[in-house]
């Protein structure tokens, strides 16, 4: 499961943080968690961009949303973009909250700096989609910081599971 922080909602966004959970498709449990949290600059000098909504949107979410997002150190971005990589190497699927966001964003970001997105595009999953089909489920109480990357993302794949249960659908 992959979450995104970004400075814009369209394709072309500059990515503040990146969440990546590796989870058990069958029992849902949290294998490993990983935050990344990227350089700026390299990705605004290569066009990538941010908007005045989101900016403010930002400027009204919780302090510790904001500096998990933007305060601390930020790791260059090549070495980001290879240690994702190497995260999502030979995964069975790349979830994301909603076919245009996270997954496309980050194949995006890569294209940027001139790379291929390291993982096939026909394992791109929706968590969004199956969330709404479920339509009338149980959803797990949130833990953890609101667009945390990597907090959103463990969330995410609680109401997955709940989601799968619901639908008595199995994933791989
Ligand atoms: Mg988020």
């Given at each position: 499961m992959v979450d995104l922080e970004t400075l814009d909602?369209?394709?072309?966004?500059?990515?503040?943080?990146?969440?990546?959970?590796?989870?058990d498709p069958k029992t849902f449990a949290t294998l490993e968690r990983?935050?990344?949290?990227l350089q700026l600059a390299p990705?605004?000098?290569r066009g990538r961009t941010k908007s005045q909504d989101t900016m403010k949107w930002w400027a009204q979410q919780s302090e510790e949303a904001r500096t998990a997002a933007f305060g601390g150190a930020r790791t260059p971005i090549e070495t980001a973009l290879d240690e994702i990589?190497?995260?999502?190497?030979?995964?069975?699927?790349?979830?994301g909250n909603g076919a245009s966001f996270d997954n496309a964003i980050l194949a995006d970001l890569y294209?940027?700096?001139?790379?291929?997105?390291?993982?096939?595009?026909?394992?791109?999953?929706c968590f969004r989609t199956i969330r709404s089909a479920a339509?009338?489920?149980?959803?797990?109480?949130?833990?953890?910081i609101h667009h945390n990357?990597?907090?959103?993302?463990?969330?995410?794949?609680?109401?997955?599971?709940?989601?799968?249960?619901?639908?008595?659908?199995?994933?791989?």
């Open positions: 909602t369209a394709t072309s966004a500059i990515v503040l943080t990146v969440g990546i959970v590796a989870f990983h935050h990344f949290v990705q605004e000098a990589a190497e995260v999502l190497f030979n995964t069975a699927g790349v979830w294209r940027s700096f001139g790379r291929q997105q390291p993982w096939p595009f026909y394992l791109d999953r339509n009338d489920f149980d959803e797990p109480p949130r833990e953890g990357a990597m907090h959103d993302a463990v969330h995410q794949v609680r109401v997955l599971g709940a989601a799968c249960k619901h639908l008595n659908l199995e994933i791989r």
